[in-house]
């Protein structure tokens, strides 16, 4: 049983594309993270969440408590934001995606 | 101001043997976690230390434990070490629930 189902598994765009990665989850949250792991391991906490939207530069992350999902939306997409993002609750314990692999064409 | 940290970043170890790693947080960050990646099952959760206290724990057998020191330092032990707990080790630290999460690099541990 997965508790956070994340959409797509793989992602190829060109350079300038929207983005975006679906995350549906079926526990109980406190809030919701995006993350961002480069090739190497280092993760990087992009967004927390627990309802509504935030925006940092050309990502935007949103949540719908009711139907238990985020998107995390990419703008003018480029090859430095090529990555696995990862969502992930925070249940009674912490719960993670199996990641979504980004893959930005210049 | 200095970031999450892990000794030793590389471990290769043998299987049967135990092994202790560490992780010092972000200074003021009283909560660490610790999550184990592996390419199979992804990430997943260990357990979460704050002020000393063990306050989650993720599915994981009784060969693997922590603790938090007093000056919120963390270490996590394996005993009894198998194939399959060949990974990447990672821990994280924050302010507490509902606080953003600050990743360190990672432990790679290779079990022979």
């Known amino acids: 049983k997965n508790e956070v189902e994340q959409s797509p598994q793989n992602l190829t765009a060109q350079e300038g594309e929207f983005i975006t990665i679906n995350c549906s989850y079926s526990v109980g949250i406190s809030a919701l993270h995006w993350l961002q792991q480069h090739p190497g391991g280092g993760i990087v906490s992009l967004f927390m969440?627990?309802?509504g939207k935030k925006k940092h530069g050309r990502l935007i992350a949103t949540i719908n408590i009711q139907e238990k999902h985020s998107s995390l939306h990419i703008t003018a997409s480029h090859p430095r934001d090529s990555a696995v993002y990862i969502c992930a609750v925070d249940g009674n314990q912490f719960y993670f995606g199996t990641g979504t692999s980004l893959t930005v064409i210049p | 101001k200095a970031g999450v940290t892990q000794t030793p970043r590389y471990l290769i170890k043998t299987r049967g043997q135990q092994v202790t790693l560490s992780c010092s947080p972000i200074s003021g960050h009283r909560s660490v976690s610790w999550y184990q990646q592996t390419p199979g099952q992804g990430l997943q959760f260990l357990f979460e230390y704050f002020s000393e206290t063990q306050r989650n724990k993720g599915n994981f057998p009784g060969r693997f434990s922590g603790r938090q020191f007093s000056n919120s330092r963390s270490e996590m032990n394996v005993s009894t070490l198998e194939l399959g707990d060949s990974a990447l080790y990672l821990c994280a630290s924050s302010f507490g629930n509902r606080y953003e999460q600050y990743f360190g690099p990672g432990t790679r541990l290779t079990v022979t």
């Open positions: 969440l627990s309802s």
